[in-house]
């Protein structure tokens, strides 16, 4: 059943970018989602009000900026079902994340020989450091392919041995669509004293997580892919395993001494977060929790279902678009890639662009899905709560347009 318009609506005018460019047709959300104007004004509060330094000073504005960072750790650890604010580091972004993961754990704790699995479906930031560190020291990088729609082919997760020191994957792939099952994968890694290393980065503004009950090791994801600013993401890390990991940047504010020749590091968290803090991304993280709360991440994930399913009918219709990842009676996340035939991706993204469309052309940052699809690039749209039924139909005429223009009769 379609959603009443006024519904959609009044969602969409959360988000002042919609003022500024009335008739555009966001469907890229899973690159970077628009910014409700909840986000926008707790940072620029902040910033006209609070603004100080962190963790520096005795002054008011210096405790009030690190009340509110601290504040911001607490509410993102309630977020996740994490045990305590000490497992939550801030970075910059996912992929920050995960680099401190595998520069941190990964060259403390592989070794030669060693093996790490991967999802073949993992995004280039849960890719490039684990083949630095495989490479580094003399591990084995290993990948789990997927069929068609994105499900592990069988046998793979028999890949996962006694000598396999982490598993990661992303629970839902920006180049596909499919939903990974963190508990099948942790239940198996664990089985092996292997450490799971989740990438929430397409999941976490689309679904609930628990990260206890679910058991996962270490959880990241950014902030401006949930509705929060760019500048600020977040490792999650049971204590246990951070409180043994050596520190991945080095400078101010992650010491506790500091001599001429050797220093001794600050406890965790703050051992994983050299130089000052990105107090305005925090804010603007909370704020962006705040705003999912206040709408509530199952009516959030009902909706994008809804479009999701709409997408997958209307654009299965078009017998010159091929849909890549789960078929439409199966459950995939808020994105559909695509491929129309006859026309480059890009040209497609440019095309409906012109007609005011913004979806994402290219590889997706997913460069070996890519090649083991046997396919160079695609489309991908991508939606939110902002997005309605009429958008995708737009997206449809487009794409018909397209065809038009490259001289297809009968779409
Ligand atoms: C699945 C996945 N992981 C990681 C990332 C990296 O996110 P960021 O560029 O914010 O670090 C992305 C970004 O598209 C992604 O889709």
Known sequence: ??????????????????????????LDHAATSQKPSMVIERMRQYLEESNGSPHRGAHLLSVEATRQYDYGRGKVAEFIGANSEREIVFTKNATEALNLIAFSYGRTFVDSGDEIVIAITSHHSNIVPWQQIA????????????????????????????????????????????????????KRAHEFGAVVVLDAAQAIAHMPVDVKEMGIDFLVFSGHKMYGPTGVGVLYGKYE?????????TGGDMIEYVEEQETTFATVPERFEAGTQHVEGVVGLVAAIDF????????????????????????SELKCVQIYGPKIDKDRGAL??????????????????????????GHHCTQPLMKYLEITASCRASFSIYNYVEEIDALVEGILYAREVFGYVNG
């Open 336 to 361: 559909v890639t695509f491929n129309v035939e006859g026309i480059h991706p890009h040209d497609m993204a440019t095309l409906l662009d012109q007609k005011g469309i913004a979806i994402r052309a």
């Open 135 to 186: 490479k580094e020291k003399g591990a084995i990088l290993k990948y789990l392919y997927v069929d068609q729609e994105g499900d592990f082919l069988p046998g793979e997760i028999d890949k996962i041995t006694p000598r396999t020191k982490i598993v990661a994957f992303p629970w839902i792939s920006n180049g596909l669509g499919c939903i990974h099952d963190p508990e099948r994968l942790t």
């Open 292 to 315: 999912i709360a206040s709408i509530g991440l199952e009516e959030i994930a009902l909706k994008e279902q809804r479009i999701t399913k709409y997408a997958m009918k209307k654009l």
């Open 1 to 26: 059943m379609v959603e009443p318009r006024m519904r959609q609506e009044s969602y969409k005018s959360f988000f002042p970018i919609f003022e500024q460019h009335p008739s555009l047709i966001y």
């Open 241 to 249: 395993l951070l409180e043994v990991m050596p520190p991945f940047l």
